[in-house]
């Protein structure tokens, strides 16, 4: 079975600063496959990478996703308000056949 | 513009049942794989089925395997999800999702089932 575990749980941050969200896999996954999301309350994920590097359609470039194997980073390069979420990364492929990590909270300091 | 509206959520007691649905909108339905994903109150994302554009091929997460089946109605552009032996841990929000290649690029907006005696 694959987890996908997310690091750190909480991160706190100012707007304008850096952040940089850490997801591991306990298996090799195929980046094709690896995507990550953001999800405010109240609201539904909304997929921001996809193939663990592109950008979904309307996502600012602020946002960027890199990684391979077993590990996988997003970026957001500076920070706007509207960004302070939950962030979860997602694999699909290997058993089960779909998993998602915990989860990061990105809280403003 | 893509639209995914799910229906059928509510309050039942342990070990009912409940069918969940999906109407799709905005997209070639019957072309996509389609799945079912669920978020406990206050917790992470599970994924919980999916099924693939013919129907044919369906996958289950190891908690709802037996108990839980996912269907579609092509003609119709729908989604569904029939429960059964509903367990307190299946409380949830559900969300129908649309998978291109291995990521979800539409959600719904969920529907919240609730098991409650």
């Known amino acids: 079975e694959v987890v996908l575990t997310q690091s750190p749980g909480t991160l706190s941050l100012s707007p304008g600063e850096r952040a940089t969200l850490s997801c591991r896999s306990s298996?090799?996954?195929?980046?094709?496959?690896f995507g990550w999301y953001q999800q405010k309350p109240g609201q539904a994920p909304r997929l921001l990478i996809y193939?663990?590097?592109n950008r979904a359609t309307g996502i600012p470039d602020r946002f960027s996703g890199s990684g391979s194997g077993t590990d996988f980073t997003l970026t957001i390069s500076r920070l706007e308000p509207e960004d302070f979420a939950v962030y979860y990364c997602q694999q699909y492929g290997s058993s089960p056949p779909v998993s998602f990590g915990q989860g990061t909270r990105l809280e403003i300091k | 513009e893509v639209r995914l509206v799910e229906s059928g959520g509510g309050l039942v007691k342990p070990g009912g049942s409940l069918r969940l649905s999906c109407a799709a909108s905005g997209f070639t339905f019957s072309r996509y794989t389609m799945n079912w994903v669920r978020q406990a109150p206050g917790k992470g994302l599970e994924w919980v089925s999916s099924?693939?554009?013919?129907?044919?091929?369906?996958h289950y997460a190891d908690s709802g395997k037996g108990r839980f089946t996912i269907s579609r109605d092509n003609a119709n552009d729908s989604l569904f999800l029939q429960m059964s032996r509903l367990r307190v841990e299946d409380t949830a929000v559900y969300y129908c999702?649309?998978?291109?290649?291995?990521?979800?690029?539409?959600w719904g907006r969920g529907i919240l089932v609730t098991v409650s005696s």
């Open positions: 999702a649309r998978r291109v290649e291995g990521n979800y690029d539409f």
């Open positions: 099924i693939n554009s013919a129907g044919g091929d369906i």
């Open positions: 298996q090799s996954l195929s980046s094709k496959y």
């Open positions: 193939g663990a590097s």
